[in-house]
């Protein structure tokens, strides 16, 4: 079946920095990703979705600043977390149709930050 | 807009109970609804989906039917397993294809021997 892969699974960093959460379509082509965060106890919120080729379409009260989405390639988006605060420690999942015109999801594993 | 609403959890039961998690949703048109599950540690797996109304989705002992007239999407399991402890979120896609789910705040259910 269709699997996303997620990377990295665990990332810990230091308030200011900038992280890097890679997403993989591992044996299918997704022209289209969707990011959502998943605050503790709480639902899956969509942050953007992700266009192979153009720009990221950021969901309101998203910064687009602060959370860049590139999607380079059929098989890969990725999301930058720029100057990480604490704030921003949370869940992040990413999934994708697994065949054009797919009304059901694949998610990757996701991707737990935590910054210090 | 759109809008997933499940039962606050968290769900505990004995072994072999019978589950039920209520969810209801607000959509335009003709929705899909799903069952997401998230074992400890891990992402989402589909559990179940069903696209039109009256379709009964169905999976590892799992059920739901589609109920357009009280736009409800229940999950249902006659005799549950330690290992169906996770969090269960109820979903909607309004669209025919490529596009985002709209996901309920999700259901802890815990399971005890």
């Known amino acids: 079946g269709a699997v996303v892969s997620q990377h990295p699974s665990w990332v810990i960093c230091k308030s200011g920095t900038s992280v890097k959460i890679e997403c993989r379509s591992l044996?299918?082509?997704?022209?289209?990703m969707f990011w959502y965060r998943q605050f503790p106890k709480q639902s899956l919120m969509l942050m953007a979705t992700?266009?192979?080729?153009?720009?990221?379409?950021?969901e309101q009260g998203v910064e687009k600043d602060k959370f860049l989405i590139n999607h380079a390639s059929l098989t890969l988006s990725t999301l930058t977390v720029t100057s990480a605060h604490p704030e921003d420690s949370s869940f992040y999942i990413c999934?994708?149709?697994?065949?054009?015109?797919?009304?059901?999801?694949?998610f990757g594993a996701g991707s737990r930050l935590t910054v210090l | 807009g759109d809008s997933v609403t499940q039962m606050e959890g968290p769900v505990t039961l004995s072994e072999e109970a019978f589950l039920t998690i209520n969810c209801t949703y607000t959509?335009?048109?003709?929705?899909?609804l799903f069952w997401y599950v998230q074992y400890p540690g891990e992402g989402l797996q589909l559990l179940l989906k069903?696209?039109?109304?009256?379709d009964k989705g169905s999976n590892k002992g799992f059920e739901a039917t589609y109920r357009k007239e009280t736009t409800s999407f229940h999950l249902e399991k006659g005799s549950v397993q330690v290992s169906d402890s996770a969090v269960y979120f109820c979903a909607l896609s309004d669209q025919m294809g490529n596009t985002p789910l709209v996901f309920g705040k999700g259901t802890r259910l815990s399971v005890i021997a």
């Open positions: 044996d299918f082509q997704a022209t289209t």
């Open positions: 992700s266009n192979e080729g153009s720009k990221a379409t950021y």
């Open positions: 999934s994708a149709p697994p065949a054009i015109g797919a009304n059901v999801l694949t």
């Open positions: 069903a696209t039109k109304a009256d």
């Open positions: 959509a335009t048109g003709y929705p899909s």
